[in-house]
């Protein structure tokens, strides 16, 4: 039996989790409520005048006499004013299970609030509520409320197909996550440690592998010749291919392409007149690593298996591309050895990087050719 507590107020670190007052609509509104963006994924309607957050409130305030009702504003106590909300959405009193929702305003994305409050109310239910179960879920689109789940302890357990649905109209599928109290109280003695993911391999080995990159840039002569083309065509080539085919090849179009390209100019053995700036494949370098990391950072361990162009999956795209890259930065770094007859301080750290990388290169062959051939 859960010992019901009701919406008593919270406090973490940067927090404090209490019960919404009429006083809170006008920062409701604007902090949250009225943002298609994040609305795009909830059950609820974007707020169109602050009368709306007014009313939703006035509802909530009316059941905090239940001590069966949870619903919370979450106050970021540098401001003094709420920035978000969570609330119990659903109990089976039966089954000793809560589960909660949680949304937060595009101003305090990334910055671990959400987390913040839902660990606090994990510890609040198990510990004083005595739940048995909390449990979430999100839509697969919106890999981001995942993330919030696990950092809570919360642990994947599928996806429902099209049982939720949602602003973004029709049916949607719904990644279900949860949490028991054996698993949290069988954690409390132990350190804690962040969840397994490879999301976070890769981002580590994608950083690594643009470093490696960049220094191969600044020491190999830009006009030296490779198989009659100068180096610099061979960067804009791994930087292009990387900016078309990490991510998903089949959704590029024309307007996609940088506004320096011209036709064929990716293939260094194709003739151009166009000469590219060190500055501007420098450039170009920033903006393919910044939408690359960004493109990581937004996914999380069930989207590497989906197949975005209907033929490798997300991870397959990504390893044929670690393959390519590092291809080419070794075609580079043979140049500027063969050019100078020496490694330069530079140098020498980049090829501890490389050695480093090796073995997770070959790795990465054979989970390419895996991906391709069994998904």
């Known amino acids: ?3 019901q507590k009701g919406t008593v107020a919270i406090e973490t670190e940067r927090l404090i989790l209490r ?3 009429i006083d809170d609509a006008e920062a409701m509104f604007r902090n949250w409520a009225s943002d298609d963006e994040v ?3 909830l059950t609820w309607p974007t707020h169109t005048d602050v009368s709306v957050s007014k009313a939703v409130i006035n509802s909530w305030v009316e059941l905090y006499q239940k001590p069966s009702h949870y619903s ?4 970021l106590k540098e401001i003094g004013e709420p920035i978000g909300s969570t609330a119990v959405v659903k109990q089976d009193v039966d089954m000793n299970m809560v589960h909660i929702g949680y949304c937060i305003g595009r101003n305090w994305w990334h910055k671990g609030y959400t987390s913040e409050a839902l660990n606090r109310l994990v510890e609040f239910f198990f510990e004083e509520v005595g739940v048995h179960r909390i449990e979430s879920r999100h839509d697969p689109r919106n890999p981001n409320s995942g993330k919030v789940m696990q950092k809570a302890g919360l642990q994947f357990e599928g996806i429902m197909r099209k049982s939720d649905q949602n602003n973004q109209g029709g049916y949607c599928d719904a990644a279900y996550y949860a949490i028991l109290a054996e698993d949290y109280f069988a954690g409390k003695d132990k350190p804690s440690a962040p969840p ?4 976070a391999t890769l981002k580590t080995s994608t950083e690594l592998m643009f ?3 960049h220094i191969a840039m600044d020491t190999v002569d830009w006009n030296a010749d490779i198989c009659d083309a100068p180096a610099w065509r061979y960067i804009y080539h791994t930087l292009h291919s990387a900016d078309k085919f990490f991510i998903n090849p089949s959704s590029w179009v024309e307007k996609d392409e940088p506004p320096f390209h011209s036709h064929m100019l990716d293939w260094p053995d194709t003739p151009t007149d166009t000469v590219l700036s060190k500055e501007t494949l420098h450039a170009y370098f920033d903006k393919v ?3 690359i990391v960004g493109y990581i950072d937004n996914l999380n361990d069930i989207q590497l298996s989906e197949r975005p162009g209907g033929k490798l999956t997300r991870l397959g795209l990504m390893l044929s591309q670690f393959r390519h890259m590092y291809a080419h930065i070794g075609i580079l770094n043979g140049v ?3 050019n100078t007859q020496q490694f330069s301080p530079k140098f020498t750290i980049l090829m501890k990087g490389q050695y480093h990388s090796r073995y997770y290169f070959l790795i990465s062959n054979q989970l390419y050719n895996d991906s391709f051939n069994n998904g």
């Open 336 to 338: 500027t050895i063969v």
């Open 196 to 199: 397994s993911s490879n999301i």
């Open 39 to 41: 609305t795009k994924f």
């Open 1 to 3: 039996m859960m010992n």
């Open 289 to 291: 690593r910044q939408k």
């Open 72 to 75: 919370w504003a979450i106050v």
């Open 211 to 213: 470093h490696n990159l």
């Open 19 to 21: 019960r919404f007052s």
